[in-house]
């Protein structure tokens, strides 16, 4: 059995191996290179216009030329500054968009509070101490809990799959156990009377 490595091409832009394609107007970037420039480029749903289907996935990256790649990455990282500017210095920021309690199943059930928002700038790491910007409140919180939001989702975390090991997916968060910039993210906190709505900013 071979043991070559398998990918999709190689990077035009770093020259490694591709082995999660993101498209571009006039070509495919690996991902690493895709996350210098995603600040610029958020990744969002939109609802489907065929009944029954899941959300659609709008990457605006597909509609930026790779040979602008540098261009680009400059006014991505000047962008990105910009925003550390406006939001007072922190390293990385999330917007909420949409908060709901799930109530669980069963008599023992915990009740859980899904927060569905995206990461605006930086990124968040499993288990981070953050702060929740609530009016003028600072919440000190952690982050234990939470998935990236997908075609498929999102869907609630419930008191079921924190109490289920076997159920790894929201440990892992991402690809690499973050939540990174550009990308619609969940979390969760079993404090069901944490003072957060759409509007708030979870920051660290």
Same mark, same amino acid.
């Given at each position: 059995?071979?043991?070559?490595?398998?990918?999709?091409?190689?990077?035009? =832009?770093?020259?490694? #191996?591709? *082995? $999660? @394609?993101?498209?571009?107007?006039?070509?495919?970037?690996?991902?690493?290179?895709?996350?210098?420039?995603?600040?610029?480029?958020?990744?969002?749903?939109?609802?489907?216009?065929?009944?029954?289907?899941?959300?659609?996935?709008?990457?605006?990256?597909?509609?930026?030329?790779?040979?602008?790649?540098?261009?680009?990455?400059?006014?991505?990282?000047?962008?990105?500054?910009?925003?550390?500017?406006?939001?007072?210095?922190?390293?990385?920021?999330?917007?909420?968009?949409?908060?709901?309690?799930?109530?669980?199943?069963? =008599?023992?059930?915990? #009740?859980? *509070? $899904? @927060?569905?928002?995206?990461?605006?700038?930086?990124?968040?790491?499993?288990?981070?101490?953050?702060?929740?910007?609530?009016?003028?409140?600072?919440?000190?919180?952690?982050?234990?809990?939470?998935?990236?939001?997908?075609?498929?989702?999102?869907?609630?975390?419930?008191?079921?799959?924190?109490?289920?090991?076997?159920?790894?997916?929201?440990?892992?968060?991402?690809?690499?156990?973050?939540?990174?910039?550009?990308?619609?993210?969940?979390?969760?906190?079993?404090?069901?009377?944490?003072?957060?709505?759409?509007?708030?900013?979870?920051?660290?």
């Amino acid at each position: 059995m071979s043991n070559k490595l398998l990918h999709n091409g190689f990077c035009p =832009v770093c020259g490694q #191996p591709i *082995l $999660n @394609v993101i498209k571009m107007k006039d070509g495919t970037i690996c991902t690493e290179c895709a996350a210098k420039i995603r600040v610029m480029f958020p990744v969002h749903y939109e609802k489907s216009t065929v009944k029954g289907s899941n959300p659609v996935c709008v990457d605006p990256l597909k509609d930026i030329a790779v040979n602008n790649y540098e261009e680009t990455l400059q006014k991505a990282r000047a962008y990105r500054e910009s925003l550390r500017e406006k939001y007072n210095g922190y390293n990385a920021v999330y917007v909420v968009d949409n908060v709901e309690v799930e109530q669980g199943s069963g =008599v023992f059930a915990s #009740p859980v *509070l $899904n @927060v569905y928002g995206h990461v605006l700038y930086g990124t968040f790491f499993l288990e981070d101490d953050a702060i929740l910007l609530h009016g003028d409140n600072q919440i000190q919180i952690s982050l234990l809990y939470g998935k990236i939001i997908n075609s498929s989702s999102p869907a609630p975390i419930t008191s079921e799959d924190i109490k289920d090991r076997e159920r790894r997916f929201i440990f892992k968060w991402q690809y690499d156990g973050t939540a990174q910039e550009g990308y619609p993210f969940q979390f969760a906190f079993t404090n069901k009377n944490l003072p957060v709505e759409a509007g708030d900013l979870i920051v660290k």
